[in-house]
């Protein structure tokens, strides 16, 4: 029996694999994510969610590309917002996240209703997470839903968390 042509399509199976484990990984930074002490598994993320991640010296990519990175620009967050506003924008007229009117203080607001997913190392000085969250709520940019990750096991004492179920 000639197994020349199921060696072939094993052959393509594995390089079509590894190139979609590749492409869905493409968003996200190699960082030590903090442990949590309860979570949520995120098992459906939604599609097109916009991924910020924060490295442990406070630079700021989103895409495999810099966008803020503290020894250059300092205090100046000028370009972390306008990061956000360009993915606000992009996802609109993509299609990818969705504009609602919410009910803000007696008033109505255009907010996004999608969430973003903001990834920081686990050494991480908080306030470059919070000046990223800072620039969420701000009004033009307006991402009211706005998720942290945390690892479900810590990768330096190996501990695990517990799960809510």
Same mark, same amino acid.
């Given at each position: 029996?000639?197994?020349?042509?199921?060696?072939?399509c094993v052959f393509l199976l594995m390089i079509f694999f590894? /190139?979609? #484990?590749?492409?869905?990984?493409?968003?996200? !930074?190699? @960082?030590? &994510?903090p442990r949590a002490e309860f979570m949520e598994p995120d098992?459906?993320?939604?599609?097109?969610?916009?991924?910020?991640?924060?490295?442990?010296?406070?630079?700021?990519?989103?895409?495999?590309?810099?966008?803020?990175?503290?020894?250059?620009?300092?205090?100046?967050?000028?370009?972390?917002?306008?990061?956000? /506003?360009? #993915?606000?924008?992009?996802?609109?007229?993509? !299609?990818? @996240?969705? &504009?609602?009117?919410?009910?803000?203080?007696?008033?109505?607001?255009?907010?996004?209703?999608?969430?973003?997913?903001?990834?920081?190392?686990?050494?991480?000085?908080?306030?470059?997470?919070?000046?990223?969250?800072?620039?969420?709520?701000?009004?033009?940019?307006?991402?009211?839903?706005?998720?942290?990750?945390?690892?479900?096991?810590?990768?330096?004492?190996?501990?695990?968390?517990?799960?809510?179920?």
């Amino acid at each position: 029996m000639d197994m020349t042509p199921m060696i072939d399509c094993v052959f393509l199976l594995m390089i079509f694999f590894v /190139l979609v #484990i590749d492409l869905s990984q493409k968003n996200l !930074e190699d @960082l030590i &994510l903090p442990r949590a002490e309860f979570m949520e598994p995120d098992e459906s993320p939604p599609e097109g969610r916009p991924i910020i991640n924060i490295l442990q010296n406070g630079t700021v990519i989103y895409g495999g590309e810099v966008y803020f990175d503290p020894t250059k620009d300092g205090k100046d967050y000028k370009k972390i917002a306008e990061l956000l /506003l360009s #993915i606000r924008r992009d996802g609109i007229a993509k !299609e990818t @996240l969705h &504009l609602v009117d919410k009910d803000i203080g007696g008033m109505t607001a255009k907010v996004i209703d999608d969430p973003i997913l903001i990834r920081a190392d686990k050494w991480t000085e908080w306030h470059f997470v919070g000046e990223v969250m800072k620039q969420c709520s701000q009004p033009q940019i307006a991402f009211w839903k706005v998720q942290l990750a945390l690892s479900d096991q810590d990768k330096e004492t190996k501990e695990k968390n517990a799960r809510i179920k």
